[in-house]
Antibody
Framework: QVQLQESGPGLVKPSETLSLTCTVS????????WSWIRQPPGKGLEWIGY???????NYNPSLKSRVTISIDTSKKQFSLKMSSVTAADTALYYC?????????????WGQGFLVTVSS | QSVLTQPPSVSGAPGQRVTISCIGS?????????VHWYQQVPGTAPKLLIY???NRPSGVPDRFSGSKSATSASLAITGLQPEDEADYYC???????????FGGGTTLTVL
């Protein structure tokens, strides 16, 4: 069974860069897309972006200028970097496996990792 | 318009049937993209409930069913149980956004 686990700093200062890593276990990263999704406290889900195991990416246009997703299949990890964060970026960040490009679904999720942006 | 609209809340008594709608547009559901549904019990990660409009992953009870038509989709839950109390989200792909779109979510209360 595929399992995902987010990790990283839980507190980031405004204007700095948020960095999270997702470690995948129980399955191969090949042939799938690997994604980040976030959920502000008390609010709904927002897709951040995804990366194919071979490196192509697709980002939410509203976040594209600040977001980079990278992948290291040898370590079975993928990462999120979000620059110039503000309090509005405070959220529960989920990593998830996305089944296919354009028309896929998220079939495996991490437990979520709370990132707070505050000085 | 790149939006999937869900009712903020629905409720029903145990044993009853409820439906949750997901209204899209010609740039997402109406463009032929599939609709997927997630259940999020408070304090936990979302869980895939229905994929490709009508399919249930292994382990999801057949009390949950999905349908899709034109520019909208629906999730139906029959024989409501207290453990069904959760937030439900629809998700699709949007060609104008060139990306993934989630509905705003619906809170189901079992009375």
């Amino acid at each position: 069974q595929v399992q995902l686990q987010e990790s990283g700093p839980g507190l980031v200062k405004p204007s700095e860069t948020l960095s999270l890593t997702c470690t995948v276990s129980g399955g191969s990263m090949n042939d799938y897309f690997w994604s980040w999704i976030r959920q502000p406290p008390g609010k709904g889900l927002e897709w951040i972006g995804y990366m194919y195991y071979s490196g192509s990416t697709n980002y939410n246009p509203s976040l594209k200028s600040r977001v980079t997703i990278s992948i290291d299949t040898s370590k079975k990890q993928f990462s999120l970097k979000m620059s110039s964060v503000t309090a509005a970026d405070t959220a529960l960040y989920y990593c998830a496996r996305y089944s296919s490009d354009y028309n896929g679904y998220f079939d495996h999720w991490g437990q979520g990792f709370l990132v707070t942006v505050s000085s | 318009q790149s939006v999937l609209t869900q009712p903020p809340s629905v409720s029903g008594a145990p044993g009853q049937r409820v439906t949750i709608s997901c209204i899209g547009s010609s740039s997402n559901i109406g463009a032929g993209y599939d609709v997927h549904w997630y259940q999020q019990v408070p304090g936990t990660a979302p869980k895939l409930l229905i994929y490709d409009n009508t399919n249930r992953p292994s382990g999801v009870p057949d009390r949950f069913s999905g349908s899709k038509s034109a520019t909208s989709a629906s999730l139906a839950i029959t024989g409501l149980q207290p453990e069904d109390e959760a937030d439900y989200y629809c998700q699709s792909y949007d060609i104008s956004l060139s990306g993934v779109l989630f509905g705003g979510g619906t809170t189901l209360t079992v009375l």
